[in-house]
């Protein structure tokens, strides 16, 4: 009894979308079942998405070729610069202490920056709670002496030295090469 030959099932499914590019997935399934070759859904969706995504790939770099192969004497498209938002809002908030949240959405948009009311409320809340958190730590330590400048520097050295774990040891290195001298 002779064997048939083993048909490449992805391949065929791609040969008969070459052929009907509209086809669906069980349209497909029932075609090639006719012509003798079983495959399932799951593969005629397999392969379809990944010509779809190969299809797409190509397109995209026609559109990047298109616009960057600029010909001499073409306008090329200049990009804005990224703003960082949020930055840009507490820059204007730090200038404009008593501005109400429809005042930074005016001004920057007069700099051509859009911001939303809800934005600038949740960039503002978010500093409250900061200032609120460094007054709750300043009281909670305020009996020992520590203010905020001693724990601004011993967030900058524990920022320097990459983890707290880290500035623990330099403090201890520190203390024995203290107790030498």
Do not use: W
């Not at 079983?38 to 397999?46: H, I, S």
């Not at 501005?99 to 959405?105: F, N, R």
């Not at 009311?117 to 909670?140: I, P």
């Not at 040891?169 to 090469?177: D, K, R, S, V, Y």
């Amino acid at each position: 009894m002779a064997d048939k030959p083993e048909v490449n099932k992805s391949e065929a499914i791609r040969n008969y979308y070459k052929s009907n590019p509209k086809a669906k997935t069980k349209e497909v399934v029932d075609a090639l079942a006719k012509q003798g070759i079983t495959v399932t859904v799951g593969l005629v969706t397999n392969v379809k998405s990944t010509h779809n995504k190969k299809q797409a790939a190509k397109r995209a770099a026609k559109k990047v070729a298109k616009t960057t192969a600029a010909s001499p004497g073409a306008k090329t498209v200049e990009k804005k610069p990224e703003v960082n938002r949020s930055q840009a809002i507490r820059d204007y908030l730090k200038a404009n202490r008593k501005a109400t949240a429809q005042d930074v959405v005016d001004a920057l948009a007069k700099k051509g920056i859009t911001v939303t009311v809800g934005l600038v409320t949740n960039v503002t809340s978010k500093s409250k709670r900061r200032r609120r958190a460094v007054k709750q730590v300043v009281a909670a330590v305020a009996p020992t002496g520590i203010g905020v400048k001693e724990i601004k520097e011993a967030l900058t050295f524990i920022k320097a030295t990459g983890s707290v774990a880290v500035a623990k040891q330099a403090l201890a290195a520190a203390e024995a090469i203290k107790k030498m001298v």
